[in-house]
């Protein structure tokens, strides 16, 4: 094998796993050691920067890191990044006068963003920032988009989205409410020099099977209803309520009914429980609030007497592989489950829609006939117009909408220079020793065996009670501390330097995971097979150096390792160093991308 | 010194023996030796091998007397026995112990001070009685523990880390080992487990006296230019004599070298050593020739790693004194102390 390149950013990028999985890249580990450190601000800024909305996400976020952290690996559970992310929030002091703002001069350049969700406001913030004027439209008479219209309030309280928010806004983009986009030819009229289109995915499916039109008053389209809530046109709800779909939706609609007056709630899914697209942790807190959840059931009809829904027959079904060994739902061959209900939810998925872009603007169509967007540009067909968050590839969440919104404004940024949108600015890398003394380093390199601290809840019957009861409390300071100390600080590197190695064994003898060998060299199957601990796991990288002086070379798998710097700490000759590894994503603004200044 | 301990997680694919256990489980607490200390890979070679054979934690006892050397001990076998003697005495407290319970598996730990100087009688005579132990001296030229003195291994014009020079002929263990009637004699290097470990094994499955001697690289004060006992030099000189593999009965032999080229070596309790010669001259069953060997390499100036001489046909110290089989502490107060009739009956036998 060749030596393994530690020069490309992306190779101790990788290593980091959180920051790797995290679409935005936030700098996982970085903020979690400024907690233990007490610096709560330090850990807000450093979430802020990368994705906008810390205190949002770390109430809401699909936490993508969660399952790619390595303590996950070593065992049961990942460290609680998301819910840290929330104690940075909680815990700091005022930020707003930290926050950067939009400079005297502007560039005279004008930008407008259609929708106000997570993906328009972060466009809007990287861009006003460096002095652009930005304008964000929505429909709504509050920013926000489906993170205040659908996320209920017991689960994301909207004082914190206001606060974020205003945040984002705060950088000098103008916000203009209850201002529906009706045409994008209109809109380009108004001589923007680019538009981000950030409207999200706006439509609720539908199920057409008997019954539907019937029974209508009493079966609802899941996101309709659910924002309707939070308009407050809907305040109660049927004592029995079936909802259909596993998704996110889905469960958000059975907590908010039984919330409104819902006793008997039940999510009736196609799929196995384990295969429900809903988070585990949303189904465990679910099925805490008394929903039932019941599986391998296909609706097949809406029962219903005298223009009133009575309940819902439903087919069995169980899963076999078809010849290309994917899943197929078949007919169980058993009797209908008739469930018997006084409303019913429905939530199977959510849709684009564009009835607003013009049809013969220009903008090419994909094959599913919605716009095709370049996925590292996010540009459409027509010059200047971009596209981000759910608009572009269909339904994701906050975190890929707020990474889309990055990449949206450095491609608007270049697009309004006359840059090529393909020259994509590269990240700011660091990498420094982090040796203070002989035997000792500035991280927190000892091993917790601590095992994931639990977030405290609000006791049940009370958050049943109100809608609005955030039902998670968040860490104490001490589960905290204790959380943040069950990090392994992936950022920090061991480095390795083959001339310096005299080839004592230290190292390999010290490691507690077995994960240096000094092997022959050989193609990358055997030099994995053939080491100390054989390196199994493919996802994961191996280190290999320059050979040393016996000709052998030093690889290290870095899969489970512990970032404990024992090696390091046991060699000798400092042929091992444990560095810290930063990165930082580019975002719009500055040509040297790496003076660019930091706000952390 | 290293301040933190070994963190408890191991990799989730790491084997188990027999007994249930992992390598981890004969570790010992961290080591406060010289990060790049030879005798820290001596400790890891011990607890490999003592985790490959099995070994029973709490039936092994770990001797050892003053030095680096002698300090590592605590650095492995975490739940065995040990005693920390005086400097030089390891052999006369190892040899005591033997005599009170012969079921336990006895292993000396020594430096070259601890063992040529200082304590060369207790060598030459713990030797001499067969005593059925694993004898490992980690040999670095110097007194590591305090801070570089050459000691009585230190070749003869080798130059010490501030430039003096060795000047007494030096006492090679290995062949006094052999000639003081050791049955089970090898040299091998720290930085080479894939010998050490075999090794090891096959002394721990010896039913006599066995002697390691393995060269040990002193990292602070005797890793320089102009050191014979230096990672480099000893790379450059080593030349193994034979390889080793160790198969004890419960274990299917598979052997993948060509028919012929090995010769086996069955011990008393049914395992088997495998014996690659790579030095098609040496016989390792006669004490002449391993003794010749020796002397032969001295004058090259090559270091002979491997097994040297190998007796298996052994009379140790309980045969010679037809003591007790069982342990001491295991007899009756009955057996332990016969009476006045009892005694009366010895004196008159020796009368
Ligand atoms: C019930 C539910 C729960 C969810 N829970 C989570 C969660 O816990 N975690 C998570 O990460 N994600 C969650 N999501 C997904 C997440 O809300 C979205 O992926 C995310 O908000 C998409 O952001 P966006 O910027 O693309 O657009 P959106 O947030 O959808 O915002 C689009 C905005 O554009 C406005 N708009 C649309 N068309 C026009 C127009 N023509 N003119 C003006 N304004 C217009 C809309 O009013 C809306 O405010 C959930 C989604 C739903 C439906
Ligand atoms: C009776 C006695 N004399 C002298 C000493 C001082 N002393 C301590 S360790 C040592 C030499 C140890 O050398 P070695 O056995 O080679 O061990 P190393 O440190 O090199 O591993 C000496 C002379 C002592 N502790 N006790
Ligand atoms: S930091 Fe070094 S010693 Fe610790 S687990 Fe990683 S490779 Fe092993
Ligand atoms: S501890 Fe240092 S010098 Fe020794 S083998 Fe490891 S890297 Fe090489
Ligand atoms: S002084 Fe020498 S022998 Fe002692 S611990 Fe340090 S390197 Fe090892
Ligand atoms: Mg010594």
């Known amino acids: 094998m ?32 400024r907690i233990a450190q007490g610096d709560y601000q330090g850990a807000y800024l450093i979430n802020w920067k990368s994705n906008v909305f810390p205190g949002i996400l770390g109430r809401t976020c699909d936490r993508p890191c969660e399952p790619a952290c390595r303590r996950g690996r070593l065992e049961e559970q990942p460290v609680a990044i998301c819910r840290l992310k929330r104690v940075a929030a909680d815990l700091k002091d005022d930020i707003a006068g930290l926050l950067p703002k939009a400079p005297r001069d502007k560039n005279g350049k004008r930008v407008a963003c259609v929708g106000a969700g997570p993906a328009s406001l972060t466009v809007a913030r990287d861009l ?27 689960r994301l309280p909207d004082e914190v989205i206001d606060e974020e928010v205003g945040y984002a806004l705060s950088t000098g983009a103008t916000f203009v409410a209850a201002r529906r986009i009706a045409s994008l030819r209109a809109l380009i009229a108004e001589g923007y020099d680019a538009i981000f289109v950030g409207c999200g995915a706006p439509h609720g499916r539908d199920l057409a099977i008997p019954g539907r039109g019937e029974a209508a008053r009493n079966v609802r389209i899941g996101i309709e209803w659910l924002a309707s809530v939070f308009f407050g046109h809907t305040h109660t709800i049927g004592r029995r309520v079936v909802v259909l779909g596993g998704g996110n939706t889905a469960m958000d609609c059975c907590r908010s009914a039984r919330r409104l007056g819902g006793e008997e709630v039940k999510v009736v899914v196609r799929s196995g429980y384990a295969e429900m697209k809903a988070s585990a942790w949303e189904k465990e807190d679910a099925v805490h609030e008394g929903v039932e959840i019941l599986n391998w059931l296909v609706p097949k009809a809406f029962t219903h007497e005298a223009g009133k829904l009575t309940g819902v027959t439903f087919e069995r079904v169980r899963p076999v592989k078809d010849e290309h060994g994917r899943r197929q739902l078949v007919a169980a061959g058993e009797p209908d489950v008739q469930i018997p209900c006084d409303d019913v939810l429905i939530a199977v998925g959510q849709e684009n829609a564009f009835p607003w872009i013009e049809a013969d603007l220009g903008i090419k169509l994909n094959r599913s006939g919605y716009p095709a967007i370049d996925p590292t540009t996010f540009a459409s067909s027509l010059p200047g117009v971009f596209f981000g968050g759910d608009a572009a590839f269909g339904p994701k969440n906050i975190i890929t909408a707020v990474a889309h919104g990055h990449e949206a404004a450095i491609s608007i940024d270049a697009f309004c220079h006359g840059r090529s949108l393909r020259d994509r600015p590269p990240p700011m890398t660091n990498l420094v020793s982090q040796k203070m003394g002989l035997h000792e380093w500035s991280y927190d390199h000892a091993i917790t065996l601590d095992r994931r601290h639990v977030v405290p809840q609000v006791e049940r019957a009370a958050a049943l009670r109100n809608l609005r009861t955030e039902v998670e409390l968040g860490f104490s300071l001490e589960q905290a501390l204790g959380e943040a100390r069950r990090c392994l600080n992936c950022d920090v590197q061991t480095v390795f330097s083959a001339p310096a190695c005299i080839e004592c064994d230290a190292c390999v003898d010290i490691c507690p995971i077995d994960c240096i060998s000094f092997v022959p060299n050989a193609p990358e199957d055997e030099v994995r097979r ?3 601990a054989p390196a ?35 060699c000798p000759t400092g042929a091992w160093d444990m560095e810290k590894y930063t990165i930082e994503m580019a975002q719009a603004g500055h040509p040297c991308r790496s003076k660019q200044p930091t706000i952390s | ?62 001797l050892s007397g003053i030095g680096c050397s002698s300090k590592t001990p605590t650095y492995m076998l975490g739940q065995s026995h040990g005693f920390n003697s005086v400097h030089g005495r390891m052999p006369s407290v190892l040899t005591g112990a033997y ?45 590591g523990l305090t801070k570089g003195q050459f000691s009585a291994t230190a070749d003869r014009g080798s130059k010490s880390k501030k430039g003096a020079r060795a000047a007494d002929e030096p006492i090679d263990l290995a062949a006094l080992a052999i000639q003081l009637g050791a049955t089970f004699v090898a040299r091998s290097f720290s930085g080479d487990k ?55 009965g419960r274990e299917p032999i598979e052997i993948d070298y060509a028919e012929g080229a090995a010769l086996a070596v069955t011990m008393h309790d049914g395992a088997t050593i495998h014996l690659r010669k790579l030095d098609a001259e040496h016989d390792f069953s006669d004490r002449a020739a391993a003794l010749t060997l020796l002397e032969r390499c001295r004058e090259t100036g090559e270091i002979p790693t491997g097994l040297l001489y190998l007796d298996d046909d ?27 009739k009892a005694l009366e009956a010895i004196n008159r036998g020796l009368r």
């Not at chain 2, 084997?15 to 890891?44: K, Q, V, W």
């Open chain 1, 2 to 33: 060749r030596a393994t390149d530690v020069k490309n950013p992306d190779y101790f990028h990788r290593v980091i796993d959180c920051q790797w999985a995290c679409p935005a890249h936030t700098p996982v580990p970085e903020y979690i050691r």
């Open chain 1, 128 to 154: 006003a920032a460096i002095g652009y004027e930005v304008v964000v439209f929505d429909s709504d008479s509050r920013a926000g988009g489906m993170m205040r219209s659908q996320i209920p309030k017991f």
């Open chain 1, 530 to 532: 053939s080491l100390n």
């Open chain 1, 536 to 570: 199994v796991n493919l996802d994961q990288p191996i280190l290999v150096s320059e050979p040393v002086k016996s000709l052998k070379v030093m690889v290290k798998d870095e899969d489970l390792c512990l970032h404990c710097g024992l090696c390091a700490d046991r």
């Open chain 2, 1 to 62: 010194m290293t301040f933190q301990g070994k963190p408890k997680f191991r990799h989730p694919s790491i084997p188990t023996n027999t007994l249930g256990f992992t390598r981890r489980d004969y570790e010992g607490s961290m080591s406060t030796l010289c990060a790049g200390c030879g005798h820290d890979s001596i400790t890891a070679a011990i607890v490999h091998a003592c985790f490959e054979l099995a070994l029973p934690p709490h039936r092994v006892a770990k």
């Open chain 2, 99 to 143: 005599l009170a319970n012969r079921e336990l598996a006895y292993l000396g730990v020594s430096g070259d001070g601890d063992t040529a100087s200082i304590g060369l009688g207790q060598f030459c005579h713990v030797m001499r009685r067969g005593v059925r132990m694993v004898y490992i001296v980690e040999n670095n030229g110097v007194y």
């Open chain 2, 194 to 248: 894939g010998q050490l470990v075999p090794l090891l094994k096959a002394a721990f499955g010896h039913r006599g006296a066995a002697f390691i001697d393995v060269i040990s690289p002193c990292v602070t004060f005797n890793n320089h230019e102009g050191s014979t006992k230096s990672y480099d030099y000893v790379r450059e000189h080593n030349i193994a004599v034979s390889a080793l593999d160790f198969i004890t």
């Open chain 2, 314 to 340: 052994v009379e140790e110290l309980h045969d010679t004194l037809g003591t007790t089989a069982r342990p001491l502490n295991a007899l009756t107060e009955a057996e332990l102390c016969p009476g006045a």
